[in-house]
């Protein structure tokens, strides 16, 4: 036992420490990667569950202005009103197919005088970058709209924006903008108008990929990485420990065996 002695020191205990802290680091990093998996699959679950599914009266599935649950994003929804295009804006540094633009977002007031964030799609960056070059108009008088629902967005401090745009879709800021009740907790995505406009529409959201993407193999290569840390440090306390007892008769006969 005495040959062993040599691991009670401080400089082993610091290893064992930093293997200690290494592995635990690992294995929330692993925790960290199961749970974006877990995120993953709810969201592939949102798309393959409500993309495809009929369009319901959005009365029906957003009782208050307020109503939203997760679970009903990109869930279809139909509502009959008017565009207020002196409301609409733009919003700014949304990508597309790696080139930048904006979506736009136009409110509908409703039949019962309440008032939906539409977004009605993509437009590029025009020739000056802080705006478009043109924005397709919406139909003009009463429209039928089809959009698939989606989350407000949080308010962003520090975040300015040009007259006529906003930095993020704060529905509630929108709503102020407005000046009529409207709903705060979701807007839509827009699918189809009818009537249809007299341009062709800013290009409409695709479909997300449906790809959970690599982490599940990312928790278990964390796992893999906590274990390589004791399998080093074991293998360098047996490399000391043959570098101390060299001279030791019993220890070259262990390590003749072992060869």
Not at 9 to 14: D, E, I, L, S, Y
Not at 29 to 45: G, K, N, T, V, Y
Request: aromatic residues 10%; glycine residues 8%.
């Amino acid at each position: 036992m005495n040959r062993w002695r040599f691991v009670l020191n401080r400089r082993w205990a610091g290893y064992l420490l930093l293997a200690v802290v290494f592995a635990i680091a690992c294995v929330l990093l692993s925790h960290w990667q199961f749970a974006r998996r877990d995120e993953a699959l709810a969201e592939i679950a949102k798309v393959e569950g409500n993309w495809d599914s009929a369009p319901l009266p959005v009365d029906q599935v957003l009782g208050d202005t307020d109503a939203y649950v997760d679970t009903q994003k990109w869930t279809p929804v139909t509502m009959t009103g008017t565009y207020l295009v002196d409301d609409q804006l733009l919003a700014r540094n949304r990508p597309f197919n790696g080139q930048p633009g904006f979506e736009v977002l136009t409110p509908l007031r409703l039949d019962d005088g309440r008032v939906f964030v539409v977004d009605r799609g993509w437009v590029p960056v025009g020739n000056s970058q802080d705006s478009p070059d043109s924005v397709p108009a919406p139909p003009a008088g009463e429209v039928t709209v089809t959009a698939r629902l989606k989350a407000g967005e949080p308010e962003l401090p520090g975040r300015s924006a040009p007259e006529g745009q906003i930095a993020t879709v704060h529905l509630p800021d929108i709503a102020e903008r407005v000046g009529a009740p409207t709903f705060t907790a979701a807007y839509g995505l827009l699918i189809s108008e009818d009537p249809a406009p007299a341009d062709a529409a800013p290009f409409a959201t695709p479909r997300p990929t449906e790809d959970e993407g690599p982490h599940l193999s990312y928790a278990f290569q964390w796992i893999v990485f906590a274990l390589i840390a004791f399998v080093g440090l074991g293998v360098a306390v047996r490399n000391e420990y043959r570098i101390i007892n060299a001279d030791d008769p019993r220890s070259r006969t262990g390590s003749a065996r072992g060869s």
